[in-house]
C-alpha cells in the first residue's frame, strides 16, 4: 500500500491558493496509481507537521509542490514531517521524501505545453519567467536549467530566462529577445499574487495578450495549474519508489472512524452528516464538495482555520455512494476522527507549545519569546474559538483532562504560530488597539480591525491581574 503525500504552502489569508493544490491530489486520485493520495500544507489543515498521523501504510512518499530547493524545502518541510532525508524509517513505514516538482526535468514538458497551448511556434520567443531572489541561488539556477532544458529541443526560436527579483528582469523582456511575439510562462505553483496581480501590472499586460510596438506578448498561466504537472509528481514518486523499494510486510490499520453524534458544529446521523442549523441544502456525496463548501463563512469570509466556530449553516450530505462518516468529517475537520481515536487508544503524540515554539524559524523565529502571559491569552482567545481543545499545554492540563467527545489539538497549529509572531511584537512595542472590524480575514493579525488581534491586544496590554505572571 503506497501513500502518496503532496506537501504544499497554502495560505492564511487566500481561499484560492490551494484550490490548484487539492485539484491536482484530485487528478492523481482518480488516477488510481498510488492507494492513497492526501496533501499536506504549511499554512492550511492538514498541516505539514500532522498530516502523516492519519498515514497508516507502510509505505510513504511526499512530493513538495513547491518550484525549486529552497528554503521550505530543506528546511521547513523535513523540520515540520521529522523527515530524516531522501528515506525516514519511522514506526514501521518507510516515509520517501522526492525533490521539488519544480526541479524535474519532466516539468520542462508542462512549459512547452503552456506554450503552445498559447499559440507559441518555431518564430517565437519563449520566455520562462522565475521570481528569483538576491539570497538563493538555487532558486535562479532551476529557472535557467528548466529554460536550458526547452532551449536544447529548438522547438522555437528563442529561449530564455526573465525575473521578477533579479536580473535579468521582466521588464527588459521586449529589448533582450528580438522574435515579434514573446510567449511568458511564469514558473510558479499557484495563480497567486504574482501571476495574478504584481506581474501582469509591472509589465502593463492587457490580458493574455498584449500588443506593443508592432510585437505580441503572450502570457499564460503558470505551470503549476496545468494537469500535466501530475505526470511530474508521478515520476518523481516513481523513481523515489524505485531508490527505496516498497515494504513487503502490511501492518493491519487501526484506524476506527466510528463518529458521536456531535463533533464540533457537525451533528452526525444515521445516514447524513449536517452543518450548523436547518439542512436546507443538500450536497453530493463527494469529499472535495464538502471541502469547498466549508472553505468560506456565511458572510463570504475565508475560514482559513478549519476548527474555527461559524462553519457555514445549513448543508448536509447523505452518507451514501462511498462517503462514509470518517470521509465527510475529514473534509471538515481534518485529522479530527484519527486524533480522536488515537487519543482514545492513548497513542496521540502530544507536542508541547515551547517545542513547536522553539523550532520555528526565519521570520517566525522570535516567537518563542512570547511570554507565559501570553501563550495563555492566546489560547484563551484563538483556542476558544475553536472546536477543537489543546492537548499539548505545556502548564496545567494535559491530554488526560480533556473531555471524552472533544476534538484534541495535539500540537499548536500554524495560525496560532503566526498570531503568536504578531503578539510578540505587540508585547515588545506595545500597541494600539482598534475597532474590531468583521470584514478584516481571520488571520489578518497584522491588519487593524483582525478581531483577534483586537482581543489579543486589549488582553495584553490590560494590567496582569495580581500574582500572575507576566
Ligand atoms: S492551536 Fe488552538 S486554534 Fe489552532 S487548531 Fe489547536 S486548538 Fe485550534
Known amino acids: 500500500m503506497t501513500h502518496l503525500v503532496l506537501a504544499g504552502h497554502g495560505s492564511h489569508l487566500n481561499a484560492d491558493s490551494s484550490e490548484p493544490f487539492h485539484r491536482l491530489a484530485a487528478a492523481l486520485r482518480a488516477r488510481g496509481e498510488f492507494d492513497a493520495v492526501t496533501v499536506a500544507l504549511w499554512k492550511e489543515e492538514p498541516s505539514l507537521a500532522r498530516a502523516l498521523d492519519a498515514v497508516t501504510d507502510p509505505d510513504v512518499v511526499v512530493v513538495p509542490v513547491f518550484i525549486s530547493t529552497g528554503y521550505f524545502t530543506r528546511t521547513v518541510l523535513p523540520r515540520e514531517m521529522r523527515l530524516d532525508g531522501p528515506l525516514t524509517v519511522r514506526g514501521g513505514q518507510r516515509?520517501?521524501?522526492?525533490?521539488?516538482v519544480g526541479t524535474h526535468p519532466r516539468l520542462a514538458d508542462v512549459i512547452v505545453e503552456r506554450a503552445r497551448e498559447a499559440g507559441a511556434g518555431p518564430a517565437d520567443a519563449l520566455v520562462v519567467l522565475g521570481h528569483g531572489t538576491r539570497r538563493d541561488s538555487s532558486?535562479?539556477?532551476?529557472?535557467?536549467?528548466?529554460?536550458?532544458?526547452?532551449?536544447?529541443?529548438?522547438?522555437?526560436?528563442?529561449?530564455?530566462?526573465?525575473?521578477?527579483?533579479?536580473?535579468?528582469?521582466?521588464?527588459?523582456?521586449l529589448d533582450r529577445f528580438r522574435a515579434p511575439r514573446l510567449f511568458v510562462v511564469p514558473l510558479f505553483i499557484a495563480e497567486g499574487w504574482h501571476v495574478g496581480e504584481t506581474i501582469p501590472a509591472d509589465l502593463a499586460l492587457d490580458g493574455p495578450e498584449t500588443r506593443r510596438g508592432g510585437r505580441i506578448v503572450h502570457y499564460t498561466p503558470p505551470v503549476g495549474t496545468?494537469?500535466?504537472?501530475?505526470?511530474?509528481?508521478?515520476?518523481?514518486a516513481r523513481e523515489s519508489l524505485a531508490a527505496h523499494p516498497p515494504t513487503p510486510h502490511l501492518p493491519p490499520s487501526t484506524l476506527n472512524l466510528e463518529p458521536p453524534a456531535f463533533l464540533g458544529e457537525l451533528r452526525i446521523e444515521a445516514d447524513r452528516l449536517c452543518?450548523?442549523?436547518?439542512?436546507?441544502?443538500?450536497?453530493?456525496?463527494?469529499?472535495?464538495?464538502?471541502?469547498r463548501r466549508v472553505r468560506l463563512d456565511d458572510a463570504g469570509r475565508y475560514r482559513p482555520l478549519s476548527g474555527a466556530r461559524g462553519l457555514p449553516s445549513g448543508w448536509w450530505v447523505p452518507l451514501r455512494d462511498g462517503l462514509t462518516p470518517g470521509a465527510a468529517i475529514e473534509a471538515v475537520y481534518p485529522l479530527a476522527t484519527v486524533h480522536l481515536q488515537q487519543q482514545r487508544e492513548g497513542t496521540l503524540r502530544i507536542v508541547p507549545l515551547d517545542e513547536v515554539l522553539d523550532r520555528q524559524s526565519g521570520r517566525y523565529e522570535e516567537t518563542r519569546l512570547l511570554s507565559q502571559r501570553g501563550r495563555r491569552i492566546l489560547r484563551e482567545l484563538l483556542c476558544g474559538r475553536c472546536v477543537r481543545t489543546p492537548a499539548w499545554d505545556d502548564s496545567s492540563s494535559g491530554s488526560a483532562a480533556l473531555p471524552a467527545?472533544?476534538?484534541?489539538?495535539?500540537?499548536a497549529c500554524s495560525v496560532f504560530v503566526a498570531l503568536a509572531r504578531e503578539a510578540v511584537a505587540w508585547e515588545r512595542e506595545g500597541a494600539e488597539p482598534s475597532p474590531p472590524d468583521p470584514s478584516v480575514p481571520f488571520a489578518a493579525f497584522e491588519e487593524p480591525g483582525n478581531e483577534i488581534r483586537e482581543a489579543v491586544i486589549a488582553a495584553l496590554m490590560a494590567p496582569a491581574p495580581p500574582g500572575v505572571p507576566r
Open 95 to 100: 516515509i520517501r521524501y522526492t525533490a521539488p
Open 139 to 173: 532558486s535562479e539556477k532551476n529557472v535557467y536549467a528548466m529554460a536550458d532544458l526547452v532551449a536544447r529541443r529548438r522547438i522555437f526560436a528563442e529561449c530564455g530566462v526573465a525575473f521578477i527579483d533579479q536580473e535579468p528582469g521582466m521588464l527588459t523582456m
Open 226 to 236: 496545468h494537469p500535466a504537472l501530475a505526470d511530474v509528481v508521478c515520476e518523481l
Open 275 to 291: 452543518g450548523p442549523g436547518e439542512p436546507r441544502e443538500a450536497l453530493p456525496p463527494d469529499p472535495e464538495t464538502i471541502r
Open 405 to 411: 467527545a472533544a476534538i484534541p489539538c495535539p500540537e
